[in-house]
Structures are given as structure tokens and as C-alpha cells.
């Protein structure tokens, strides 16, 4: 996509840190990081949504997201790391080519997720709200 600031990077339009690329994904230093070594994982081809990447693809992120986790645990001591992924502006996406960031932690990193735990009011909620979601991933189309 002509306008997209990650196709820019991946076509080397516009300068970023690289630190992986292969056929089918790409990977750079976020350039605002949460801490640092806090990675971006893309496809090379612009999707918007996470939904529309192939699953070779997807996979290939993920795992490549996962490498770059291990990598950062053990190049920079850091001791975990979160994989995350914004779908839709509601989500916190703001760059519209889908990417995977590779935030690494340590305990002590002041770092913390909003986290929430609501409650279902009882279980036939919670199984209607999963009846909804299987009769659509039962559906050929989605
Ligand atoms: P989102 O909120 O869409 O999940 O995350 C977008 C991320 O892209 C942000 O963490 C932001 O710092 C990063 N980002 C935005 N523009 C650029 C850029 O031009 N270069 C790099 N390296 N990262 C960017
Ligand atoms: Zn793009």
C-alpha cells in the first residue's frame, strides 16, 4: 500500500532498525519502546487486519516473534516477554499494516497492563457468548 509508513520500511523508503527479515515477514526496532529491544514483527505484504494474513505467515510472525523473545532474554537479560497485537483502532491500533510487538519484560521493569477480570452472571451467559462465536468459526466464509 503506497501510503503505508511499515510498507515504506519494509521496501527501505523510509529508514528503520532491521533486525530480522526473510520471504515473508519482516522485523525492526519499534522506535518508541516500552522497553528497550521492544520489537515489531510484520508481514511484508500490507494487511491491515491480523484476520486477512495467511496462516503460513501468521505462523512464521509468530514464531519469528517468539525468536526474537528468546533472543532478547538472553542478549540483554531480560526475563520474559509479552507478544502483542492491536486489531482495530478500539484495540489500540494505530499503524494500519498489521505487526506483532515483541515487548521484553523484567519484574522490577515498572511496566504493567491494565488488566480486568469481570464475571459472567452466570453460566448460560457465558455459553451463549460462546454459542455466537463457534456458530461463526463454523462458517466456511470467516
Ligand atoms: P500499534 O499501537 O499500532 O499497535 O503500534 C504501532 C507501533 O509502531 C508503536 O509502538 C510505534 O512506536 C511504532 N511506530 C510508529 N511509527 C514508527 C516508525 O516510523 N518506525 C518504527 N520503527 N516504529 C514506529
Ligand atoms: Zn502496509
Avoid at 70 to 83: I, M, Q, T, W
Avoid at 125 to 140: F, M, Q, S, T
Wanted: aromatic share 8%; proline share 4%; charged share 25%.
Amino acid at each position: 500500500m503506497s501510503n503505508c509508513i511499515f510498507c515504506k520500511i519494509v521496501a527501505g523508503e523510509i529508514p528503520a532498525t532491521k533486525i530480522y527479515e526473510d520471504e515473508l515477514v519482516f522485523a525492526f526496532l519499534d522506535i518508541g519502546p516500552i522497553n528497550f529491544g521492544h520489537a515489531l514483527v510484520i508481514p511484508k505484504e500490507h494487511h491491515t487486519s491480523s484476520a486477512t494474513i495467511p496462516e503460513n505467515v501468521a505462523g512464521r510472525m509468530f514464531h519469528i516473534g517468539s525468536r526474537i523473545g528468546v533472543a532478547l532474554k538472553r542478549e540483554l537479560e531480560y526475563e520474559g516477554f509479552n507478544l502483542h497485537l492491536a486489531d482495530g483502532t478500539p484495540a489500540g491500533q494505530v499503524v494500519m499494516h498489521a505487526h506483532l510487538h515483541v515487548v521484553p519484560r523484567k519484574v522490577d521493569d515498572q511496566f504493567h497492563w491494565n488488566w480486568r477480570q469481570l464475571a459472567y452472571a452466570d453460566s448460560d451467559e457465558r455459553a451463549g457468548v460462546a454459542a455466537k462465536i463457534i456458530r461463526r468459526l463454523d462458517r466456511k466464509e470467516s
